[in-house]
């Protein structure tokens, strides 16, 4: 195990990684650079027991959960997987081969860091170290699992939308096949994902042999599938580079827009559209139209530097204290963790702690973020010491201060502060 490069160091992002992926274009394997610490089977597992629980429970979170045979996705499994019976301790494998009725399975979970907050601090280190050593990616990063037996992936070969690390957690071994874009239209003739029999194309792959604590480089546009005999885990860490015009045109445009044409609520009825003549025909109302349009992209164009930062920010804000994982409405781990927070517990002396691998950002007197959520509280009772602390993930004891605790209980709404006094809950000191 060369858990040396764990975390990944500088000098790994800035040279050994962009040396051996031929500038972050090609695909690589690094050999045993996962310790079992950060990631394992089990956590991946666990994250499908939150699942399991949040379903018994009727919680609306996030996290997708997909099952295929062969490359059949199976939506009516899906209930069963989540609602059966759970498995005994080391029996997942025939348990999921009862369940869906066949000796070869995939399971796909999506969204797995909102699920297993083991993994979201495991793998959160390596998301960290990414984000330091080569970049930080707009939309963030998510955790997608590949748990099976599988003899193909189930979406057959295709081509990779955006950057990703592949996890390999084992315990099975893995092989992972690549081709370059260039060469499987080459071989195929076009882009179409290939399913059934592709053992041809498999001679002309790049071949990895993924052993547990690898992770292999496969950047965006590389053609891929994997294949296994025995089970496995692997968890995909995609990087969400998102296309500029995507980000405006879906979230930084719109919010300006609305902002400059939206309801008043002062006067919702606006200022209306007038009765038009008839005899003029349609263009008086034309030029009103394009007349108050051209006025408010004015206004836009005056307000869009602003506008801009200020989205731009808040992302980067969100991206910082949620770990650098991707921000989703109904984070499960999130849900569970400002459910068992009970401010009435943050007492003088009691320990609180903020849990890897989030973070907390003081933005204003009246303003802070924690776990990617924008919380109003008063921020001028939190003393550098205090935030440092909570920073570094170290358990603190409270001060006998009322205008902190308060602060506090408005902080730990997020799920991002765990008391700690009187709780024996692994969770609470992971
Ligand atoms: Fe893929």
Same mark, same amino acid.
């Given at each position: 195990?060369?858990? %040396?490069l ?6 790994f992002?800035?040279?050994t ?5 031929? $500038?972050?274009?090609?695909? &690589? ?10 990631a394992?089977?089990q956590?991946?597992l666990a994250?499908?027991e ?7 429970a ?8 997909? !099952?295929y045979v ?7 499994l =899906? ?12 029996q997942? !494998?025939?348990?999921m @081969?009862?369940?869906?009725g ?6 796909v979970?999506? $969204?797995?860091? %909102?699920? #297993? ?6 793998l959160?280190v390596?998301?960290? #170290?990414l ?6 990616? =707009? ?9 099976? $037996?599988?003899?193909g992936?189930?979406?057959? !070969?295709h ?5 990703a690390?592949?996890?390999h957690?084992?315990p ?5 096949y ?13 882009i ?8 041809w194309?498999?001679? &002309?792959?790049e071949?990895f ?16 599938v ?7 885990i ?13 980000l ?7 919010e ?5 044409l939206?309801e008043?609520? %002062?006067?919702p009825?606006?200022e @209306? #559209?007038?009765? &038009? ?8 109302? !034309? %030029?009103?139209?394009?007349?108050? *349009?051209?006025?408010a992209?004015?206004? *836009?164009d005056e @307000? ?10 808040e ?6 204290t949620n770990?650098?994982?991707? $921000? ?7 849900m569970? *963790?400002?459910?068992?927070?009970d ?5 003088a ?10 973070q907390l950002?003081?933005?204003?007197? @009246? ?8 919380? #109003? ?14 920073n570094? &993930? ?11 605790r308060?602060?506090?209980?408005a902080?730990?709404a997020?799920?991002? =502060?765990?008391?700690l ?7 609470a000191? *992971?």
């Amino acid at each position: 195990m060369n858990t %040396t490069l764990w975390p990944p160091t500088t000098e790994f992002w800035s040279r050994t990684f962009p040396e051996a992926t031929r $500038n972050r274009t090609t695909p &690589h394997l690094f050999k045993g650079i996962i310790p079992p610490s950060a990631a394992s089977p089990q956590d991946a597992l666990a994250g499908l027991e939150s699942l399991r629980r949040a379903h018994a429970a009727g919680t609306v979170h996030a996290a997708r959960a997909r !099952v295929y045979v062969g490359e059949e996705r199976h939506d009516e499994l =899906i209930e069963t997987v989540l609602a059966k019976d759970g498995w005994d301790e080391g029996q997942f !494998v025939p348990w999921m @081969q009862s369940l869906v009725g066949a000796e070869r399975f995939s399971l796909v979970l999506n $969204n797995l860091e %909102t699920a #297993s907050p083991k993994l979201a601090a495991g793998l959160g280190v390596f998301l960290r #170290s990414l984000y330091e050593g080569w970049g930080v990616p =707009i939309g963030g990063a998510e955790q997608v699992a590949f748990a099976g $037996n599988y003899a193909g992936t189930a979406f057959g !070969v295709h081509e990779g939308a955006e950057d990703a690390f592949l996890c390999h957690l084992g315990p099975g071994v893995k092989d992972f096949y690549c081709w370059s874009q260039e060469d499987y239209v080459r071989l195929t003739g076009g882009i179409a994902p290939l399913k059934g029999d592709y053992q041809w194309l498999l001679e &002309h792959a790049e071949r990895f042999v993924m052993e547990p604590g690898d992770a292999l480089f496969l950047p965006k546009r590389v053609f891929h599938v994997g294949r296994q005999d025995e089970f496995s885990i692997s968890v995909a860490v995609s990087l969400y580079t998102y296309p500029d015009d995507r980000l405006l045109r879906l979230s930084v445009l719109p919010e300006l827009l609305e902002r400059l044409l939206g309801e008043d609520p %002062t006067n919702p009825m606006g200022e @209306q #559209s007038p009765l &038009h003549a008839a005899a003029a025909g349609s263009a008086p109302a !034309v %030029t009103r139209l394009t007349d108050r *349009a051209r006025a408010a992209l004015a206004d *836009a164009d005056e @307000q869009l530097g602003a506008a801009v930062a200020r989205h731009v920010e808040e992302r980067w804000m969100v991206l910082e204290t949620n770990g650098g994982w991707e $921000n989703v409405a109904s984070d499960l781990g999130r849900m569970d *963790a400002a459910a068992a927070f009970d401010a009435s517990r943050l007492l003088a002396g009691t320990e609180v702690a903020i849990p890897a691998p989030y973070q907390l950002r003081i933005t204003g007197p @009246q303003q802070a973020y924690l776990r990617g959520v924008a919380v #109003s509280c008063d921020t001028t009772a939190m003393t550098a010491g205090l935030i440092d602390a909570l920073n570094t &993930h170290t358990p603190t004891a409270l001060p006998d201060d009322d205008r902190l605790r308060e602060s506090l209980a408005a902080l730990g709404a997020t799920g991002g =502060i765990h008391i700690l006094t009187g709780s024996n809950t692994p969770e609470a000191r *992971a």
